[in-house]
């Protein structure tokens, strides 16, 4: 044998869709080296420096305006990346060859068909993640500036569409729709099954498995009540930054028990003042040991607002009665080991699912 | 090498189907051997087991002294054509060669671009536009051009019509009289192997029924009719394997040692396909008397 036969003829059996993933990969490298360079200029010279001249509501959403359609294109190109590599790459590679029948050709070569499976999967499990890697490394480079401006990359709708992750997702997604196909042995079905398995996973470890990697920091303030103007009270009295990944935020009484949540007495973030016969209490707390301003008019004052002495008795209730808030949360500094976290793990599976496929082509397909 | 197939007790279950079962044989090498049975017989299941496509849930086999499948070795000494002939359809002719140069040590590339050539396909043509009878002749030039000791072929003539089905069998007695390779094929048609099979091997209700050289099969079988009598007063050395009977008649196909020696007897030599058709018949009529059920609705 040529020395690497099986490798060419991988690549026999590969290069179509590498070159469709070479042409995509190139188009967006294209339109980002045009692109980028101007949107970082903007950046650099304009919105870092607009401290300066007071105008950065202004500025900023100029910016953030700037190449509105890349902004809303690109990411769901790198959001749906992994899961086509899995579904057009992954669930044909044995599927195709079990329902047409070639596996009888392919495995009756000189080759044994783990070294088959294994040369395939290499090929194109590696090429899938570098495909999946460079266009993340794209995309995280032409969003440095936004990201800097918006600080919302932690969040579960940014955190895989930037950074590392990316490549992780590609070996999961390939590893599973190779597994699935040789299982299944219909292309369709595993493709259909890569899928929906691989977008139940990524939401899954967004919302139930991410958060929790690393146990999250926690922060106990005192309940500031919002106000009608001026900016929402600092979560964590100041401890979560913008950028942070806020876990949890739950309200407790002065025993310790969660009473509600998103920095309000109830579930919905909301608080409530009840006046009977006179005596102010707290919706499903108790009464305020306070005493409230004469309302005259009701609870509502003069243009429609409780008058400002009034939210002073609230909040006077909310520290006597010993509410607080607490925040759980993952500072952005831990962004990067969260994102080599996911990544390993993801990897990790796909290791795994690519053992479990070799036994199913060894054992059982026989 | 004494054998090209050897097996024992071999078996090969599906779900609770058994596909091939108890499965004992010696295959001499040097041999073009056939496999003749009906569809669903085991006779892909046994090919596949001998191309190590298949692994056995029971029993052993041996092709060559090797294990099928096991090594790169074993797997370069082997040449599969299976049924139906598969071939990547997107791939042309020539990237069928190229394949088959990447993936066997001892690929005889010259060969095989001559036989195509000869045949008059295309290099340049896709797999998938090939006809039934074309794709059978890339399936068998790959299979030649490994330079196998053994090629294996499943059904090789089965959706071919029957010139393309002359011309195949043609290249194959070319294969063998050249390289002197071992040769198995199966067939449900005895017809297709009559003229190219020197050993025939009898597969029906999963099972062997008859293994044998050809030429030992048709001297120690003969047709015999007579007068009406009952096949158990036979001598111990006739088996009956098929008897018919009239008023006055009777009819049997039986296997003898030694010569038939009784006057009574008009005795006739059996054609293979006759041969062939009674152990086919016996092992159905074997299967239907196991399941009275099926007498009753009959």
Known sequence: ?366 | MNAMIATSAVGKKYGRQWALRDCTLTIPAGKVVGLVGPNGAGKTTLLQLAAGLLTPTSGTITVLDGQPGTSPAQLARVGFVAQDAPAYARLSVAGHLRMGAWLNPDWDGAQAEHRIARLGLDPRQRAGSLSGGQRAQLALTMAVAKRPELILLDEPVASLDPLARREFLQSLMEVVAEQGTNVALSSHLVADLERVCDYLVVLAASRVQLAGEVSELLASHHRLSGPRRDPGTLPANQEVIEASHTDRQSTLLIRSDGPVLDPAWTVRPVSLDDLVLAYMSRARDAGNSRRPGLEVVR
């Not at chain 1, 090429?127 to 600080?151: C, E, K, N």
């Open chain 1, 1 to 366: 044998m040529i020395r690497g036969g099986a490798w060419k003829f991988a690549w026999v059996q590969a290069r179509t869709q590498t070159a469709v993933a070479v042409a995509a990969l190139a188009a967006a490298a294209i339109l980002a080296a045009i692109t980028g360079p101007r949107l970082l200029h903007f950046y650099d010279t304009v919105v870092a420096t607009c401290g300066s001249r007071n105008d950065c509501a202004s500025v900023t959403t100029a910016f953030l305006s700037s190449y509105r359609v890349i902004q809303v294109a690109l990411p769901p190109v790198l959001l749906v990346a992994p899961a086509l590599i899995g579904a057009f790459w992954g669930a044909p590679l044995v599927a195709r060859e079990l329902e047409t029948g070639t596996f009888r050709l392919a495995w009756t070569q000189s080759v044994t068909r783990q070294r088959w499976l294994a040369v395939k999967l290499i090929l194109a499990g590696l090429a899938g993640m570098a495909v999946a890697g460079l266009l993340s490394l794209i995309l995280t480079w032409w969003f440095s500036p936004i990201d800097r401006v918006q600080m919302n990359q932690f969040t579960p709708a940014m955190f895989g569409v930037r950074g590392i992750t990316p490549i992780g997702y590609a070996a999961f997604a390939f590893a599973f729709g190779v597994t699935a196909g040789a299982f299944i042995r219909r292309t369709i079905p595993a493709m259909a099954a890569t899928l929906v398995v691989f977008a139940g996973a990524r939401l899954a470890f967004s919302y139930y498995v991410r958060p929790y990697l690393i146990t999250p920091l926690r922060a106990t303030s005192a309940l500031v009540m919002p106000t009608e103007s001026g900016p929402a009270p600092p979560l964590g009295a100041g401890a979560v930054k913008p950028g942070d990944l806020v876990v949890s935020d739950q309200t407790i009484n002065a025993a310790g028990r969660v009473i509600g949540a998103n920095g309000g007495v109830g579930p919905n973030g909301e608080i409530g003042i009840q006046v009977t016969h006179g005596r102010p209490s707290l919706a499903g707390v108790g009464a305020c040991p306070n005493k409230f301003p004469p309302l005259g008019g009701g609870l509502r004052g003069s243009g429609g607002q409780p008058p400002a002495d009034f939210n002073a008795a609230v909040q006077e209730c909310i520290d006597r009665l010993g509410i607080r808030e607490v925040v759980t949360y993952q500072p952005l500094s831990r962004y990067w080991p969260l994102q080599w976290d996911e990544t390993l793990i993801f990897t990790g599976l796909a290791i795994v699912l690519a053992g479990v496929c070799f036994w199913q082509v060894r054992r059982r397909l026989t």
